[in-house]
């Protein structure tokens, strides 16, 4: 049983591991994104697998996004509970399990769903006949990332067609991720990179339209090259997510290229132990903070800093200030890797000025399937 804490609760006597959530920062955030998309003539459909609730859906949307976006069925099917009216779930949806899901979504949300093959091309055709809802479809282009997605050329163009025949599909656009340059450090070589790949996607776009089909749509995106795609004219909507959050890596990334974002999201713990000198434990271990990309870092605190995680502990090293931490005091990391963080969690405790305001279900927690 969950023993949540009341509004107005101050954040030091929060019990731990917790995420904390900003909401004055997570509040700047998706502002100084959604100015930057208007000032630039293109849509947001911020992917949430950041924010993996409709609490943050809708104040993405509120903020002038066209929708957002599902990592996986399960996560639309919660944004749909909670009224999400626009949903592209930029992955394939495979099987009679997950299209029957993908179907009771799209009953609910205008939604539209990535492919990269003939057969999952089939088998949404027969289920949007079997079910009467017309399913939006955008074509997955490989941009570079060797993963999913057709190739631009003929392959793209081909399937492009065949879903434009298909009974009950409605061909919507293509879509790519730069996922392999979001994190290359130097915004030089970052544009250079991501440019690239998005030229890629545009190939696939002409060829498309070139053989007399309309793409509507071109989506790409991520919040390390927001401000390259975001400025392709013919790239008509971004995907980020981070943003919303952001965390130690992409500060890392942005380095001295200036950018509107700061981080609003941490973990709170609390010191368990002090073994000897020099040495403290907390309670936020891996399983609390994901360590994927790295340890995350102690702020607040001069002189802390992390040694190691294992599952249950944190492993920190102390001196000056830090040195005067005992057992109880609280402490605060900044995860290197926002999203598995995240998706560790039940709750986000989100607080203003210091002080409980809400505490938001993480209603996507798990949702993978």
């Not at 804490?5 to 591991?17: C, H, I, K, R």
């Not at 479809?137 to 631009?152: D, H, K, S, Y």
């Amino acid at each position: 049983m969950d023993y949540l804490p009341l509004p107005g609760t101050a954040v030091e006597d929060l019990d731990t591991p917790a995420i904390i959530v900003d909401l004055d920062i997570a509040e700047s955030n998706i502002k100084a994104m959604a100015d930057f998309a208007k000032e630039n003539g293109v849509s947001m459909r911020p992917h949430m697998k950041t924010g993996k609730s409709p609490f943050w859906a809708r104040k993405l949307m509120d903020a002038g996004a066209i929708g957002v976006c599902a990592a996986k069925v399960g996560e639309a099917e919660i944004l749909a509970d909670g009224g999400i009216p626009e949903i592209l779930i930029p992955n394939q949806v495979v099987g009679t399990t997950k299209i029957r899901r993908l179907f009771g979504v799209a009953a609910r949300s205008n939604l539209t769903v990535a492919v990269d093959s003939h057969e999952n091309v089939a088998e949404l055709s027969e289920a949007a006949q079997a079910f009467g809802i017309e399913l939006g479809v955008i074509l997955e282009v490989e941009t570079g990332m060797n993963r999913a997605g057709v190739e631009p050329g003929k392959v793209a163009t081909t399937l492009a067609k065949a879903v434009d025949v298909a009974k009950g599909l409605r061909f919507d656009g293509v879509m790519g991720y730069e996922g392999g340059t979001v994190w290359t450090e130097g915004f030089k070589k970052r544009k250079a990179d991501t440019l690239q790949t998005i030229d890629r996607l545009l190939a696939a776009a002409d060829d498309i339209e070139f053989n007399g089909l309309e793409v509507r749509i071109i989506s790409a995106g991520g919040t390390g090259s927001y401000d390259i795609t975001g400025k392709v004219d013919r790239v008509t909507e971004l995907q980020c997510g981070s943003y919303l959050f952001m965390d130690a890596k992409y500060m890392e990334v942005f380095g001295d290229h200036p950018h509107p974002f700061s981080t609003a999201l941490t973990v709170l713990g609390t010191v368990t132990s002090r073994p000897v000198r020099g040495r403290a434990i907390a309670d936020p271990g891996m399983k609390a903070v994901a360590t994927d990309v790295g340890k995350p870092k102690a702020v607040g605190i001069e002189g802390l800093m992390v040694k190691g995680m294992s599952e249950e502990h944190c492993v920190m090293t102390t001196e000056g200030e830090a040195e005067n931490l005992k057992i109880g005091d609280k402490i605060t990391l900044l995860p290197m890797h926002s999203d598995t963080t995240i998706a560790q969690h039940d709750y986000y405790y989100c607080v203003r000025n210091g002080v409980l305001e809400t505490i938001v279900e993480l209603t996507g927690r798990g949702r993978f399937m």
